[in-house]
């Protein structure tokens, strides 16, 4: 499985495999004539999902119909075709079908299956649950393209409902402490996830308007936030419910050091993201007082799992470390590390990079 140097048909670098192509543009499938999540392209593009790093400025798109509002909302109108979870379409000479990614809700994986075998391709995802999505379904195929973001064996995150607990006493300390605890996370995703936890757990929470509006997105597209707690936006100042009860402050990691948050009178802050595994961790967020590997995509044991399970004969890892296709061909599956895709620093920093390789790029900020 090496890459090959010749330019092929639509200017693309041929992986040596005929179900998955490296173009200009990105990664491509012949059979269903889609890109992969590329920033641009000369014709339709799959959006696995709506975080910044994933959005496209291709005329045409295919996602499922939560994506599509959610991109919308995030870069204009767009023609798409949308796929519901689950179910088959034909898309140029293959059978489609997006699967549940379990990182966001909208999050697909895509499967397309041709004359010449099937493909899949995960986007970002995660094998533990997401109150916003239905659970990850690992595809069967012949050939996968995986993101292997926490593709090493530090990144073995606890269960969630261990995190969740460990969030709940650090803002019961807080409050018993006279604080304002300050929930740091990605305005889509694990800002949602958050303020899930808190509000079913009974807390009330105000939410910086990042968050906020993609909360409000998730409303209209039938996920409201259970109670008892309640939720609104963040208005200048108003941290206190009413009567003064103390509430929890939800919000970017991006805002950590604005006024709203360094000119509370007492504070605790803790950041919910995977790179608390990371070894420079103690340094990067010195300035948090917890950091809780709360994450939105998979560890390295689900990603292994991915691999073994999707019984694929080939497998090709996009972000995270080349050591992780090194770690597959040891336990016996073909596998091939490519550059990061897709390739766009730039929309990762605007949004704080919330998601791939945007964590790492998310860590000096
Ligand atoms: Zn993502």
């Known amino acids: 499985m090496v890459v090959a140097s010749h330019t092929g048909s639509k200017g693309s670098i041929a992986l040596g495999d005929p179900l998955v192509a490296l173009t200009g543009h990105g990664l491509y499938l012949p059979a269903a004539d889609l890109y992969l999540d590329a920033r641009s392209a000369p014709g339709a593009v799959f959006v696995s999902h709506a975080h910044a790093d994933h959005c496209s400025h291709a005329a045409r798109i295919l996602c499922t119909p939560e994506t ?43 499967v397309a299956h041709g004359a010449g075998g099937t493909v899949a391709y995960t986007g970002d995802f995660k094998l533990r649950p997401n109150p916003f999505t239905p659970p990850a379904r690992i595809p069967s195929c012949d050939a996968l393209v995986m993101e292997c973001t926490f593709g090493e064996p530090r990144y073995r995150f606890p269960p969630d409902a261990e995190l969740i607990e460990r969030l709940y006493r650090f803002v019961d300390d807080a409050f018993a402490d006279g604080a304002t605890p300050v929930v740091l996370a990605y305005a889509l995703g694990k800002g949602q996830e958050a303020l899930h936890h808190l509000t079913s757990a009974g807390y009330d929470v105000v939410v910086h308007g990042a968050i906020a509006n993609m909360c409000r997105l998730h409303v209209e597209l ?79 044991d689900e990603l292994v799992r991915t691999a073994v399970e999707s019984g694929a004969s080939r497998v090709y890892t996009v972000h995270g470390p080349p050591s992780f296709s090194q770690h597959l061909r040891s336990i016996g599956i073909e596998a091939e590390h490519l550059a990061n895709h897709p390739q766009d620093a730039e929309a990762l920093l605007q949004e704080g990079g919330d998601c791939g390789p945007g964590g790492q790029l998310g860590l000096a900020l």
């Open 222 to 300: 039938g996920h409201p936030f259970p109670g008892p707690g309640h939720w609104e936006r963040y208005r200048r100042g108003q941290i206190a419910g009413p009567g003064g009860a103390p509430r929890v402050l939800l919000t970017t990691p991006a805002t950590r050091m604005s006024a709203m948050v360094q000119r509370l009178p007492a504070k605790r802050i803790v950041y919910l993201t995977g790179w608390a595994y990371h070894p420079g961790a103690f340094n990067i967020y010195k300035d948090c007082d917890l950091v809780l590997p709360y994450s939105d995509h998979a560890d390295f």
């Open 68 to 110: 599509a509002a959610l991109h919308r909302a995030r870069r204009g109108a767009r023609d798409s075709i949308d796929v519901p979870l689950n179910t088959e379409v034909r898309v140029g000479g293959a059978e489609v079908t997006l699967y549940s990614a379990g990182h966001t809700l909208g999050s697909a994986m895509i």
